[in-house]
Structure formats: structure tokens, C-alpha cells
């Protein structure tokens, strides 16, 4: 990596209060890769080669079984996938590839667990980012247990228009297909649900999503911080 490439890895939350040492020996090996759309980086089953970041773009977690297939989640900068596989030294549990035009930084996953030995402070960010990650998962969990389709797909309006400024207007930040099965339904489900919110002021063009009736959508969503709020 080039030297600029190796500043902005080290301003990462991860990486920040490594030793010096530590560090340079985890990126010594390192890439920063640019792919592009619906690039495969891993494998369900597979033993982990590197822990991958992204830089840029996004990554789609995804798994199969038998013929049907559902969406995880979605990785964003400057977020890792999947790091209890690469600190477990287990398989994959998920598939991944990108969404879009994406970079990501991949570290050998034999250096990662080797600096999480020698570097209190890089294990300590480790146990962060594996702690957040868990009460992710239980809250995407709450919201599919707890909610209906329709509720659940007003409060990812809410939570997405509040990470876009606020202002009830934004893009889809990937397409319907993806959304539904991030969402736990059908694209058909999602269709008709995108209708039912219309009555409580959403309206959707193409992948423009309008916030009309702020207050009525609020109302309808019931958002609570336990499930809804990333700081809680």
C-alpha cells in the first residue's frame, strides 16, 4: 500500500492505538483493492484468508440454503466482514459481495489474529467491534420477531432518512431487491407494503423515497431506542 493508503487504515477505529511495531508488521502484508459491482470476496464454508474492511462503496452479506437466499446485512466504510470468523479461525457463516463499485482493505487473517495476541489496545477495539456487532444483531432480531413487514420497512425509512440529514428526502442505496430481503420479505411484500405507507405519507420514484407526513410515518413505525437507535 501506498503511504497515504497506510495513514488513512491507521485512522480507523480499529487500528488507531496499535503499537507502532504491531502495526506496521499487520499492514505489511496488506492490499487496498478496488472491484467492481457484484464482485464475490467471500464464501459461505470457507476458512477465513484475510479480514476485509471497506474503504469505499458497499458489501452485501448473504446466505443460501436450498433455493432461497436472504440478505444480512449491508457493510459500509468503515465497517469489517466477518471478523468472529477471522479471529475463530472458523468458517465463513455468510457470503459476501459488493454492491457497487467498492475498495476494501484486506489483512492476512494469520496477521490479524497474530497482532490480537501481541497488541492489548488493537484486541481491546477488537472486543468493540465484536460487541456493537452482537447488539446489531439482537436489535435485527427484535425488529423481525416483534414487527410486521410494513412496520419494519417504516422504520428503516425513518432510520435512513435520519442518516441522509434528515430533510425526508433520499435515494435507495441499493436496489428493491436487496432492501426486501435486508428486510425479511419478498420483493413482492415490499411492494405492497411501499403502497400501504403511502396512507401514512411515503412516496417512492424509481429509487427517490419522499417523506411527506413525517409525524403520521412516526406514528405508524412506533420506533424505539432498543430496537431503532445505533447509539443505544
Not at 470457507?46 to 457493510?75: I, M, N, Q, S
Request: hydrophobic share 45%; proline share 5%.
Amino acid at each position: 500500500m501506498r503511504q497515504t493508503d497506510i495513514e488513512q487504515v491507521r485512522s480507523i477505529h480499529l487500528f488507531r492505538d496499535m503499537a507502532e511495531s504491531h502495526f506496521a508488521d499487520l499492514t505489511m502484508a496488506a492490499y487496498l483493492q478496488r472491484f467492481p459491482a457484484q464482485m464475490a470476496l467471500i464464501e459461505e464454508n470457507e476458512k477465513p484468508d484475510f479480514l476485509h474492511v471497506v474503504f469505499e462503496g458497499g458489501v452485501e452479506l448473504y446466505a443460501r440454503h436450498g433455493r432461497r437466499e436472504t440478505t444480512l446485512a449491508v457493510c459500509r466504510p468503515f465497517t469489517t466482514f466477518i471478523l468472529a470468523a477471522v479471529v475463530q479461525d472458523r468458517p465463513y457463516l455468510a457470503s459476501g459481495r459488493t454492491i457497487e463499485p467498492s475498495q476494501i482493505l484486506m489483512l492476512p487473517a494469520e496477521a490479524v489474529r497474530l497482532a490480537f495476541d501481541r497488541d492489548g489496545a488493537f484486541a481491546r477495539a477488537i472486543v468493540r467491534e465484536l460487541s456493537a456487532s452482537f447488539r446489531g444483531v439482537m436489535k435485527e432480531l427484535k425488529s423481525h420477531k416483534l414487527r410486521a413487514s410494513a412496520e419494519r420497512l417504516a422504520n428503516w425509512i425513518l432510520a435512513e432518512d435520519h442518516a441522509n440529514g434528515g430533510n425526508g428526502r433520499f435515494k435507495l442505496p441499493y436496489d428493491k431487491r436487496t432492501l426486501a430481503a435486508r428486510l425479511g420479505m419478498t420483493p413482492e411484500n415490499l411492494s405492497r407494503n411501499l403502497a400501504q405507507l403511502a396512507a401514512y405519507g411515503v412516496t417512492i420514484n424509481n429509487r427517490d423515497v419522499t417523506i411527506v407526513d413525517a409525524d403520521a410515518l412516526t406514528a405508524f413505525a412506533d420506533p424505539t431506542p432498543s430496537i431503532d437507535d445505533p447509539d443505544y
